[in-house]
């Protein structure tokens, strides 16, 4: 089991920059992936950016420009820098693990939530 602990959200004005921090505990070295998704009410929680640990293709995603994902080498805590931040920004942001096989989720995990809210 991993378990998973958002901090960092709040409110902040459009233009500033915000960074979310996530804290894991458990079994993190069972972790293949690690990232952040957001979701706002009525639609599907969708992924902002993670990183795949699994060698030889560690890599770093995101689909937003101005939001930056990284970790600790030890799993245990892993960040999100978001620049220029826009009202459609706001939203409820999770962090996110998982064990993968290949591109099988095997386990994932999810913590409770931390809010953004993006003031014009």
């Known amino acids: 089991q991993v378990q998973l602990v958002e901090s960092g959200g709040g409110l902040v004005s459009a233009g500033n920059s915000l960074t979310l921090s996530c804290a894991a505990s458990?079994?993190?070295?069972?972790?293949?992936?690690m990232g952040w998704y957001r979701q706002t009410p009525g639609k599907q929680r969708e992924l902002v950016a993670q990183?795949?640990?699994?060698?030889?293709?560690y890599r770093k995603e995101s689909v937003k420009g101005r939001f930056r994902i990284s970790a600790d080498n030890d799993k245990k805590n892993v960040y999100l820098q978001m620049d220029s931040l826009d009202p459609e920004d706001t939203a409820v942001y999770y962090c996110?693990?998982?064990?993968?096989?290949?591109?099988?989720?095997?386990?994932?995990?999810w913590g409770q939530g931390t809010q953004v809210t993006v003031s014009s």
């Open positions: 990183i795949i640990f699994d060698y030889p293709k």
């Open positions: 996110y693990a998982g064990r993968y096989a290949g591109v099988r989720a095997l386990a994932e995990y």
């Open positions: 458990g079994s993190v070295a069972i972790i293949t992936r």
